[in-house]
């Protein structure tokens, strides 16, 4: 199934391929106001298509300087312009600091080491004949009950100290004794003041680095710009390589937004450059440039977590992001806990709006405390406790967890209802094709399924039977009929083909039953994170029955149990209802793969004067 003009949901931004062709002349200065620009992405236009080697150096150690910089805790204004900065200087200084620093910051843990082995022993320093003469100190430790071994050993020994464990004994030879109960320890041989008086040393050394990081990090404005240029320097060369050149004139070509046509018109005739504009063909293949609003832009990252749609698709940001929070919460099934969330979430609000991508994710983490907390109150469930019969929150408690029946029921509801809106959209889609009345066969099966079950244990819904049969019997022969996309009028073996198709379409109904019945896991961990919290609370209360540290006790119990219930209900809530979204959901209605648009634009922020 090819994209058909018109057929781009308004979420995926539409594109046209431009081409622009002057003289080979204007080719750098073409790909450099391109560049400023910022609205292409730029196709390879070479004989031979194939990747780019990088060009120009990776500038890995300056991106090492620059992140060592940015994770110092405190940091000084930053520069806004260079004012003739050794960026060279920098970069070294900065790496050099961060190596003697890992370097210092191991001694000190030996040091420390040391002198915590050393510190039994008492501060002394070995006589010059214990050294270098034919007698020597050997140093044991021993566990008390194997002291009365010494007792038989016939060479001169002393117990230099002793803790609740251990007798730390020294022994004078000329060679490691046979008959000691267990092996020597081996000791620095520094003094304790020695080795005091080095981490002393070091740590007024760590100091001063440290210092000197604080003051380096006056340049990291300049040094993020400076990257900057160096990677617009990589890009422009990348494009210039991809441009195609013949008899005096080049020609580059790249993907646009429709919305940013007048801007290239413009362009191109102000450098007197030949512009030619096409839609997307059957043949093409266009980037996918999604634009959602500001508060649903998280979904974007959800989706493209796991693919890329494909451009003559569907953008399901929008589906993702409300789906997402609405199976997270069902997991979750806990007003208590979405209001812990919350807090957390109060906590770190600002931070998270300090750039775009903070605030996509902090949007995202909003919709899941909303939809959680009102799912929570729909449960009744408040750290695991229920309201008070007749209290104002009781009224407002529509499902029960404890009844099996119905949340299984409501699980599987929303399972058919979430893979009939994926097929509806795939019709969507396909609406240009026949093959779209394979998706709304899929449409009439899944609920048509569900309904023939409900009826079946239900015996006061049986008027639903023969609807859902007939529903089953007309999606069945859609599926079986418009499934394959060959000829629908051809010869008989291509007929015979389709059959076959179909045939192998409507195998997939084992799979649709599999994937609805997924949906029961929404159930299952929701009342598993709800009797996990009454687990804690009756623990805790049996707790405070006891007398003495009763009350610690069972303020322990309740909070590291909630504590991990939560962290739980969290893992269990992002992996399981990513995968609801991301495998049974996607398989029915994102079957190919895009790629991103990547466009070509500066990086570098020009110093203001």
Known sequence: MRYVEGNTPMTIVPLVKVTLCGPAAEQESTVDGLQSLGCLHLN????????????????????????????????????????????????????????????????????????????????????????????????????????????????PWKIAARDHRFAYVVVIAAEQPADMPVAPTSLEPRSLAKLRERVGQVERELEELEYRRTGLTLYTHVLRNYLDEADDRAARLRATLGTLKRDQLFAVQGWAPRKQLETLKQYSAERRLALIVEPPGPQDNPPTLLDNPPALRGGEDLVEFYMIPAYHLWDPSRAMFFAFAAFFAMILSDAGYAAALGFVLLLVWKRMGLSAGGRSWRDVMLALVAFSIVYGVLVGAYFGIAPLPGSWLASLQLLHANDQSLMM????????????????????????????????????????????????????????????VWAMALGGVLVLLFTSERPLIATPIQLLGRLLDGLKGLAEASKAFGDVLSYLRLFALGLASIKLAEAFNSLAATAFGLKGLGLVLGLLVLLVGHSINLAMGIMSGVVHGLRLNLIEFFNWSLREEGSRFQVFEKKAIKAVE
């Not at 093959?435 to 709304?440: G, H, K, N, V, Y």
């Open 44 to 155: 390879d236009l070479r004989p031979k298509p194939g990747a780019i080697a990088e060009t120009g150096t990776t500038q890995s150690d300056a991106r090492e300087a620059l992140q060592y910089l940015r994770d110092c805790p405190v940091r000084r204004r930053p520069l806004r312009q260079s004012d003739g900065a050794d960026i060279d200087a920098v970069v070294n200084e900065a790496l050099q600091i961060r190596s003697r620093s890992r370097a210092l910051t191991e001694e000190s843990a030996q040091l420390h080491k040391w002198i915590a082995d050393l510190e039994p022993w008492g501060d002394f320093r070995l006589p010059d004949w214990a050294s270098g003469g034919s007698l020597r100190f050997w140093f044991y430790i021993v566990p008390h009950y194997q002291i009365r071994y010494l007792h038989t050993l016939a060479l």
């Open 409 to 468: 029921w409501v699980s599987i509801a929303i399972g058919a209802a979430h893979l009939t809106w994926a097929n509806l959209v795939t019709a969507s889609c396909r609406r240009r094709s026949l093959t779209a009345l394979s998706a709304l066969g899929w449409v009439a099966i899944i609920p048509g399924g569900f309904l023939l079950a409900l009826a079946h244990n239900y015996p006061e819904l049986s008027v639903l039977k023969m609807l859902a």
